[in-house]
């Protein structure tokens, strides 16, 4: 299908379908042609400029020539400019540059995903083929160029040692392998190390941000002990402060490059805000389905993988032998499996993908036409990273928004421009999660030595001096710093424990973590992967393993997850008299209490009661407590009556789908919520971190209480509900089987905001001398003060600890 016509091809199409109704239709945005700097004004080696003047006859792109400039000029440098810019060459020119003029030189390229690297060795070695310098290295040294990751053989693995000066990795790789044998297998490559590449550097969030964080200071000291200091380069499409967070993730300075220097060359684009009468899974199925079946591309991304593998068994079970080009795309699955999908979508034998946020990088997967959101992505860098998959290299691309019956969603579908005016959200890291600085100092000292003054501070940071200093007093003394193995302790992408292998037939077919082990591969669950579908026959904790059988049914499973909250310490608190926040340190317990198996009708087929000795799931963390005192509480049970609970309830789920319209970043699998009424009558609502120990993303809702209050107020006066019953647009759980009342939660609501917007709090803090070290409290049940932990009574009120 001729490109000029997708935008008019997705128009039609979405005129055939009826019930639709439209909140956002603005015309497409306009072609961006290029605007560019002569090549030869940059400055490289003659082999490189050849190559560049081949390539871009045209000169470079802007913001390509202001970025290598910086580069070559000794600058630490990150790049933040449009999807399909042209970001590659920024980083491959200084590197093919650094080795022709030293033959000795070495760079680094992290990516966060294998599959990038994958995709990235496929380029390099197609260009290095074309420079006479580079590509004779390559001859004579097969593994000139090499990824190293989980998936290189070990038998390639010493020659890659040997040989390779461009190596690419992951983080994973980088904090496990290289620098843990820095002084065994890699002093040659270290010594000589010029760049360091931290490609989709937005990725780098939230707990696993914190663990790369500490990883890239790590790997700062082992240059500095080979006797290199490396500059680094990073590259991002959707990225909010480039230079604050580059700075905040590496510890060095960085120059900046972004939008005011884009110069690249742009497609039209077509963004369609719309849903339907019919439920939205249906209806963005049917709608991503029909565009395929036209000819389009299209990528259909879904709110989870259990979402995704649910759209394929859909059409799977239409029976329908004309679809042999839809797919399924998401973590889990293995290797294999993912390149056949990108390079279905390359040659156009896949047409339609439905897909986690797993497809939003820059894996290339040829010329999309179209990009379908089954519910709205969780942040803006998503929105954009999706929509940046069309309109690449100046084709047409098309856009199509199907808001999910959610407050969020909802609340966007009726201020989409609200939606599209919000900036990229900003980018947490917790330098000082005890956790994270603990682990990665054991590992450091195990990188020089196994000796603490061995280190090189100066790299590691002030969190690491801390540390450094405490341990010379005597003052701090955990178990990670006595294991021979530290970096085995650390898992980088969440700090919990490593993932659980999913094994059928007694064949490894992907992994899965903890968190999304209660929730989708729990005993007795029908477990889809890949469009296949499996019975989770045993769950062994000691191996890690799932052991699945392969089964024929299109019948669904439901974990219902109980979780209870344990309140270890209040820092920040602002007190209202009968209401109070304040940011807290909890441990939140998820274990399975029932589960149960339905038929494609909805009937019931089977269900098991109790957990089926599931291990349950702890997560320490922290967040913004809600408390309503009891006598408050008490007065609104009378007037609430039987929908008192189920009103505090329908406002913790209004709050935390509403949680990203005031705070950042809003990715949804950050952060989570809890409510209940304690045995004492006081109501609360928790707003946490959904990674190990925190990263102060939910701790921001202390300050924007009266914000969110009124959001969720607004959500549920503009839902078009008729009834009190409210429904899942605004205030009903599809979760939970408990009734909502729209107008007891709307009570409480503005019982909430009265209280917050007319009263003048008390604000207090629990300080803490040295984030470093934090002796665990708990609250006293009856007079609320801190309870140090060993204490049997309660130094205030002489409450015995229970």
């Not at 939008?259 to 899974?281: A, C, I, M």
């Amino acid at each position: 299908m001729s490109s000029a016509s997708v935008i008019t091809t997705v128009g039609e199409i979405l005129r055939e379908f009826s019930g639709l109704t439209l909140h956002y239709d603005p015309p497409p945005t306009a072609i961006t042609t290029g605007t560019f700097c002569p090549t030869k004004s940059v400055g490289l080696d003659p082999c490189v400029a050849r190559w560049l003047l081949e390539d871009c006859p045209d000169g470079l792109y802007r913001h390509q020539a202001v970025a290598i400039a910086h580069i070559l000029a000794g600058e630490n440098t990150v790049v933040a400019t449009r999807t399909s810019s042209g970001k590659s060459l920024i980083y491959y020119a200084p590197v093919f540059n650094s080795i022709c003029r030293n033959e000795n030189s070495t760079a680094l390229l992290i990516y966060p995903q294998k599959a990038l690297a994958n995709d990235q060795l496929v380029k390099l070695q197609s260009l290095i083929s074309r420079l006479p310098t580079l590509s004779r290295k390559l001859h004579n040294a097969p593994c000139f160029v090499s990824r190293y990751d989980g998936a290189t053989l070990s038998d390639l693995r010493p020659s890659v040692r040997a040989q390779a000066q461009i190596v690419l990795t992951n983080p994973d790789m980088l904090h496990v392998a290289l620098l843990q044998y820095h002084a065994n297998h890699w002093t040659r490559f270290f010594s000589n190390l010029q760049y360091v590449i931290i490609d989709e550097c937005h990725e780098y969030r939230g707990i696993f941000g914190t663990n790369v964080a500490y990883v890239l200071r790590r790997l700062r000291q082992v240059c500095e002990l080979n006797g290199s200091a490396p500059r680094f380069i990073a590259t991002s499409a959707t990225i909010r402060d480039p230079q604050e967070h580059l700075e905040k993730l590496t510890g060095v300075p960085f120059i900046p490059v972004g939008p005011e220097s884009d110069g690249s060359t742009q497609g039209r684009k077509k963004f369609w805000v719309l849903n339907s009468t019919e439920h939205f899974y249906d209806f963005g199925r049917r709608i991503a389905l029909e565009l395929a079946k036209r000819g389009l591309s299209v990528l259909a991304f879904c709110p989870s993988r259990l979402a995704a593998e649910r759209m394929m068994a859909r059409v799977l079970s239409s029976k329908d032998d004309e679809l042999p080009f839809v797919r399924v795309y998401r973590a889990g699955l293995s290797a294999e499996q993912r390149e056949d999908i990108e390079r279905g979508l390359r040659n156009k034998s896949v047409r339609l993908v439905f897909s986690t946020s797993a497809l939003e990088l820059g894996i290339d997967v040829g010329a999309l036409d179209t990009v379908v959101c089954i519910g709205l992505p969780s942040s803006m860098m998503s929105l954009w990273q999706r929509a940046g998959r069309v309109a690449r290299a100046g084709r047409e691309g098309a856009i199509i928004l199907v808001p999910a019956d959610t407050p969020i969603d909802s609340y966007y579908a009726t201020h989409p421009d609200e939606l599209f005016s919000k900036e990229n959200e900003r980018l947490a890291l917790n330098l000082h999660n005890r956790r994270v600085v603990y682990c990665h100092y054991a590992c450091a000292v195990n990188e020089v030595g196994g000796v603490d003054d061995r280190l090189q501070l100066a790299c590691l940071g002030e969190a690491m001096r801390s540390v450094y200093d405490l341990r010379a007093k005597g003052g701090l003394d955990e178990d990670v710093f006595y294991r021979s193995d530290p970096h085995m302790a650390v898992n980088i992408r969440s700090m919990g424990e490593g993932p659980y292998t999913l094994q059928s037939a007694g064949e490894k077919i992907g992994e899965i973590d903890e968190f999304h082990l209660l929730r989708e591969a729990y005993r007795n669950a029908i477990y889809r992967h890949g469009g296949d579908s499996y019975r989770v026959k045993d769950v062994i904790k000691g191996k890690r393993l799932v052991i699945l059988e392969k089964v024929f049914s299109w019948n669904e499973t439901n974990a219902f997850v109980q979780k209870q909250v344990r309140l270890k310490r209040r820092h920040k608190i602002a007190e209202y008299g009968q209401l109070f926040v304040s940011t807290v340190d909890i441990d939140v317990t998820e274990y399975i209490v029932n589960v149960i198996e339905k038929d494609r009708s909805g009937k019931l087929v089977q269900q098991w009661q109790g957990g089926a000795g599931m291990p349950v799931h702890t997560l320490p963390t922290v967040g913004t407590l809600l408390g309503i005192r009891t006598d408050l509480w008490e007065d609104l049970a009378c007037r609430l009556g039987a929908d008192a609970k189920g009103a505090l309830s329908s406002c913790e789920r209004l709050f935390v789908s509403l949680f990203p319209t005031i705070s950042g970043p809003c990715d949804i699998q950050d952060f989570s919520s809890f409510s209940d009424i304690g045995k004492d009558s006081i109501a609360v609502v928790y707003l946490y971190d959904m990674v190990y120990d925190g990263v102060d993303l939910t701790t921001g809702a202390f300050d924007k209480m009266d914000q969110l209050i009124a959001k969720a107020i607004d959500r549920v006066a503009a839902c078009d509900c008729v009834v009190d019953s409210g429904c899942f647009r605004c205030i009903a759980n599809p979760r939970i089987d408990e009734k909502a009342s729209k107008s007891a939660t709307k009570t409480l609501l503005f019982v909430l905001q009265e209280i917050i917007e007319k009263k003048q709090p008390r604000i207090t803090e629990q300080s803490v001398s040295n984030p470093m070290i934090c002796e665990i409290q708990v609250l006293c049940s009856v007079c609320e003060a801190m309870i140090a932990k060993g204490d049997r009574f309660c130094k205030n009120c002489g409450t015995k600890v229970g």
